[in-house]
């Protein structure tokens, strides 16, 4: 005795109303604002350039004080050495004599002030000027090597030269010699350089700016040139993008769009197809409904009235069917991606649409029933959407129920190996089957076996193909008993558990 389960619950419909999504709700009030690629693209290449620019004078000024220092520097030690010659050590005592050449190598600068001194082994000046500071404790005397610092004498910045001359004294003391001069000739020529560099820099960096932002506007032209080619296009050329006259940067950009170009003019074409057999489906049972209803207008027998009316309700009920599959196959291709993903238990679904189908079965005289798990673990649940996969369960059933007639005995198993997790729902039948060179063609909408003699829209295992792709399952068929004269048809979906949404 076959067994079709009573006690199963449908799954609940997961999506909720468009109106009701938080996405739906929040579309619109972020808007990401629209950038420029030629303003971005000009933004980093003069932000680096405006940004050294002050970084580059600088550097430059510390570079001019080093260059403006070392003939100076160089002056300011001649003349140290110049003036060590008229110091003067007998028997322990310091003189310095200054001559009147000296005196006028001292005073030959009208531009800065220099200074002098004379410091005894004992720390007396014997000569010179007492303000200017004596050199650090941590400078540790060398005689006859000649040191530089910068100092201040008398609030004014200058730069000193000093060296150490041996005194003979016994303690091992030396004189101490200095000489320093103010910072005004350096300075003036520090400056002069500055301007040297500044000068052209201000007339070169507008000048930078002004070849930067050609160069932008030649590059980006083949881009404006790709945008007028594409709005010069008619509304129906879907032909590819020339690629010959693209910039290398541009070609994958341009090779995607003409790849959906393709896919569009693939999809255009289907849809114009599904139209054109829609058409052509509805429109036999919408002649019989107006020729029926003809009839039963002109008769005036009772008996061929009801006749006539028969007629037509078999013709509505073939025409709302097919309505409905048209409609379930539009929503497996164009919705199902926006719908809701979920963790599905297979069986606890098969076994619902299963007892759903049961009171058709009955009516068609089937013998219906589900073999299989009552449950699948939850770490084995398939991701996919309820509503479609319920529409493919219900589809595969109908399917079996319309071909298998009167005495007829239609099985549904789902298979579930724990190890792998490879579930398989399975539809078995026993009617006459399909021939295994038709089996890749029924799976196209509106393609109907020949000799079935059943009424039909072929659409049913259009829509079960269609929501299979989408939830990466695959499908087989094979005759159910290859033996007899009516083999059967078993169908069968192979899914592959905890993987994600292909969409």
Same mark, same amino acid.
């Given at each position: 005795m076959r067994k079709s389960p009573a006690d199963a619950t449908p799954n609940p419909l997961d999506a909720l109303a468009p109106e009701e999504r938080p996405e739906a709700l929040s579309f619109g009030l972020f808007q990401r604002e629209q950038r420029s690629l030629f303003g971005e693209i000009l933004d980093w290449m003069l932000t680096p350039l405006l940004l050294l620019w002050p970084l580059s004078l600088a550097l430059t000024w510390f570079v001019a004080q080093g260059i403006a220092s070392k003939p100076f520097d160089r002056a300011l030690e001649y003349n140290l050495q110049a003036l060590t010659q008229l110091v003067v050590i007998q028997d322990s005592q310091v003189q310095f004599k200054l001559s009147d050449q000296a005196r006028d190598l001292l005073r030959a600068d009208d531009t800065d002030l220099i200074y002098h001194?004379?410091?005894?082994?004992?720390?007396?000046?014997?000569?010179?000027?007492?303000?200017?500071? =004596?050199? @650090?404790?941590?400078?540790?005397?060398? #005689?006859?090597?000649?040191?530089?610092?910068?100092?201040?004498? @008398?609030?004014?910045?200058?730069?000193? *030269?000093?060296? +150490?001359?041996? $005194?003979?004294?016994?303690?091992?003391? =030396?004189?101490?010699?200095?000489?320093?001069?103010?910072?005004?000739?350096?300075?003036?020529?520090?400056?002069?350089?500055?301007?040297?560099?500044?000068?052209? !820099?201000?007339?070169?960096?507008?000048? /930078?700016?002004?070849?930067? +932002?050609?160069?932008?506007?030649?590059?980006?032209?083949?881009?404006?040139?790709?945008?007028?080619?594409?709005?010069?296009?008619?509304?129906?050329?879907?032909?590819?993008?020339?690629?010959?006259?693209? #910039?290398?940067?541009?070609?994958? =950009?341009?090779?995607?769009?003409?790849d959906l170009l393709s896919r569009l003019k693939t999809s255009l074409s289907t849809q114009k197809r599904f139209l054109a057999d829609a058409a052509h489906q509805l429109k036999t049972p919408l /002649?019989?409904?107006?020729?029926?209803?003809?009839?039963? !207008?002109?008769?005036?027998?009772?008996?061929?009235?009801?006749?006539?009316?028969?007629?037509?309700?078999?013709?509505?009920?073939?025409?709302?069917?097919?309505?409905?599959?048209?409609?379930?196959? &539009?929503? &497996?291709?164009t919705t199902g991606r926006s719908l809701p993903i979920a963790r599905i238990d297979l069986s606890k679904l098969v076994t619902a649409v299963v007892q759903d189908s049961v009171p058709r079965a009955l009516?068609?005289?089937?013998?219906?029933?589900?073999?299989?798990? $009552?449950?699948?673990?939850? &770490?084995?649940?398939?991701?996919?959407?309820?509503t479609l996969l319920q529409e493919m369960v219900r589809n595969l059933v109908d399917n079996a129920i319309n071909y298998s007639g009167r005495q007829g005995v239609v099985t549904v198993r789902v298979f579930f190996d724990p190890y792998s997790g490879v579930q398989i729902l399975q539809v078995e039948d026993n009617g006459p089957g399909i021939a295994e060179s038709e089996r890749g063609l029924v799976l196209q909408?509106?393609?109907?076996? =020949?000799?079935?003699?059943?009424?039909?829209?072929?659409?049913?295992?259009?829509?079960?193909?269609?929501?299979?792709?989408?939830?990466?399952?695959?499908? *087989?068929?094979?005759?159910?008993?290859?033996?007899?004269?009516?083999?059967?048809?078993?169908? $069968?979906?192979?899914?592959? #558990?905890?993987?994600?949404?292909?969409?």
């Open positions: 001194q004379v410091v005894s082994p004992r720390g007396e000046v014997v000569s010179g000027d007492a303000d200017i500071p =004596l050199p @650090r404790d941590n400078v540790t005397p060398v #005689p006859g090597r000649v040191l530089l610092r910068t100092d201040n004498v @008398r609030g004014d910045e200058v730069r000193v *030269a000093y060296l +150490w001359l041996a $005194s003979g004294d016994p303690g091992g003391r =030396l004189v101490l010699m200095q000489i320093a001069e103010t910072m005004g000739k350096r300075s003036t020529l520090a400056t002069e350089i500055i301007k040297g560099v500044m000068v052209p !820099q201000f007339v070169i960096l507008p000048l /930078a700016v002004l070849l930067v +932002w050609l160069a932008l506007v030649r590059g980006i032209h083949p881009l404006n040139e790709l945008e007028q080619r594409i709005r010069a296009r008619k509304p129906d050329d879907l032909s590819p993008i020339e690629e010959s006259f693209i #910039p290398q940067e541009v070609a994958p =950009l341009v090779s995607s769009i003409n /002649a019989g409904l107006r020729m029926q209803a003809d009839l039963a !207008q002109r008769e005036n027998d009772p008996k061929e009235i009801r006749n006539s009316l028969q007629h037509i309700a078999r013709s509505s009920v073939r025409a709302t069917h097919t309505v409905n599959q048209l409609l379930a196959l &539009a929503r &497996a291709e009516e068609h005289g089937v013998d219906l029933g589900y073999e299989g798990p $009552s449950t699948i673990p939850h &770490a084995h649940h398939i991701h996919g959407n309820t909408p509106f393609y109907r076996a =020949l000799g079935t003699n059943v009424d039909g829209s072929g659409l049913g295992l259009a829509i079960v193909h269609e929501i299979a792709q989408q939830h990466g399952a695959d499908i *087989a068929m094979d005759a159910a008993h290859p033996e007899r004269l009516r083999p059967g048809l078993k169908v $069968s979906v192979r899914f592959i #558990p905890n993987q994600p949404d292909p969409h």
